[in-house]
């Protein structure tokens, strides 16, 4: 993918001037300077060495040493990273696929991904740069990367999308550093160059790095798990989703809510969230789901609203231990008195929901006086806490 990246890159730049007042003839390894500081493509950027993965060998990438370099040719930070003051376009992902499209979701590769289905190869993630492109946004200029999460060993109809650009993995590195320093011992990072960022062979190699970089990581169990990593995908999606929903927007909103439910879906928060110590990501995917709920209903779309609703509730339906104890989350009973009154719209089976909400009730629970679930979504602050995102919920507890 990174050498299908690093052609199109050069006919853009040839399109936009810088070679086309050569001659076709007179094109030379000069065209592209850095082809001489780079490794070639062919050996990849990363080295595999008793399990380390180093995209800064032996011949580093003419790096800077003294920091972050500043200056109209480097990736310097722009947006801050605290939703109070709005959030990031690098941390929201697009709606829809990129141009071009993922270059796997091919017919050979689909007959593949069948043929390794047959044999039981398990499941993975892919992650795969399948864009890059030259921002300037005022005095800032920098490279944003369209990446594709993807779930192997099946056809992938609803591939996840993020966009990000340098400054957001520099800072998910240094913050799985602080908190992972023994994980990310022997996990480097494409240091930042002083000069020749914006060349088409140096976005192709950063390309190619970025998606073994997060490969690795999704490699090693403990930061699998860890909330700063999978946050890093979702979480800027949910912020952006809940911000809409604050002003009524619920239509744009879907695009980003959607979009995190299945980035959440392919990293196995939900399974993770059911164990310690990530409870926070339970809590993003109740949240998710019941954003969803909202934004559909507002819609008047009640069939997926009920679906959603169906969803959030297999998990939160309580044991017959937890219902005599009155252990409930402080959810439930408002989420349970919406889905009957959606299935009821909808004509569809609601029984068993009514059953559990009655045997609430007659275990002495006051059904009436419940939060709304709208009220909620929108007065919940999902905040940031020494760089992790945390949701103070009520739904992180049970009552």
């Excluded at 011992?185 to 002083?194: D, G, T, W």
């Excluded at 609703?309 to 937890?322: F, G, I, M």
């Amino acid at each position: 993918m990174a050498s299908k990246l690093l052609d199109r890159l050069k006919r853009t730049l040839f399109k936009e001037g810088e070679a086309c007042s050569k001659d076709p003839n007179d094109v030379t390894e000069d065209s592209f300077p850095e082809s001489s500081e780079l490794e070639d493509d062919t050996e990849c950027v990363s080295e595999r060495l008793g399990g380390t993965l180093c995209f800064d060998g032996e011949n580093t990438l003419d790096l800077e040493e003294q920091g972050e370099a500043s200056g109209p040719d480097s990736d310097s930070e722009f947006l801050g990273e605290s939703v109070e003051d709005g959030f990031s376009s690098t941390e929201t992902s697009p709606v829809g696929p990129s141009p071009g499209g993922s270059s796997l979701l091919t017919r050979q590769l689909q007959e593949s991904w069948r043929n390794l289905r047959r044999r039981n190869v398990p499941e993975k993630l892919l992650f795969e740069v399948t864009d890059a492109s030259v921002v300037q946004e005022s005095s800032s200029k920098y490279v944003l990367y369209t990446i594709h999460v993807i779930q192997s060993g099946m056809f992938d109809k609803s591939p996840a999308v993020i966009t990000r650009r340098y400054s957001d993995f520099e800072r998910l590195h240094n913050r799985l550093r602080r908190r992972h320093g023994d994980d990310m011992e022997r996990v480097y990072f494409p240091r930042k160059k002083l000069r020749k960022n914006f060349v088409a062979e140096t976005i192709a190699k950063r390309s190619r790095a970025f998606e073994q970089y997060l490969t690795h990581l999704h490699s090693l169990a403990e930061l699998q798990r860890s909330p700063t990593f999978l946050e890093f995908f979702y979480l800027g999606d949910l912020q952006a989703g809940q911000m809409l929903m604050r002003v009524g927007r619920y239509q744009e909103a879907l695009g980003p809510l959607l979009n995190s439910l299945r980035l959440q879906e392919k990293l196995g928060c939900e399974q993770h969230g059911k164990q310690q110590p990530c409870q926070q990501q339970r809590t993003h995917w109740l949240f998710t789901l019941l954003a969803l709920v909202t934004c559909f209903q507002e819609l008047e779309q009640l069939g997926e609203a009920q679906e959603h609703c169906d969803r959030a509730l297999r998990d939160l339906a309580p044991s017959a231990e937890a219902l005599l104890q009155h252990h409930l989350h402080p959810l439930l009973i408002p989420l349970l008195q919406t889905n009957v009154r959606l299935s009821w719209k909808i004509s569809k089976d609601k029984r068993r929901w009514e059953v559990l909400l009655q045997e609430i009730q007659n275990s002495g629970v006051d059904v009436g006086n419940q939060p709304s679930l709208k009220e909620y979504l929108i007065k919940e602050a999902l905040v940031e806490t020494e760089g992790d995102s945390k949701v103070k919920a009520k739904a992180d507890n049970t009552t």
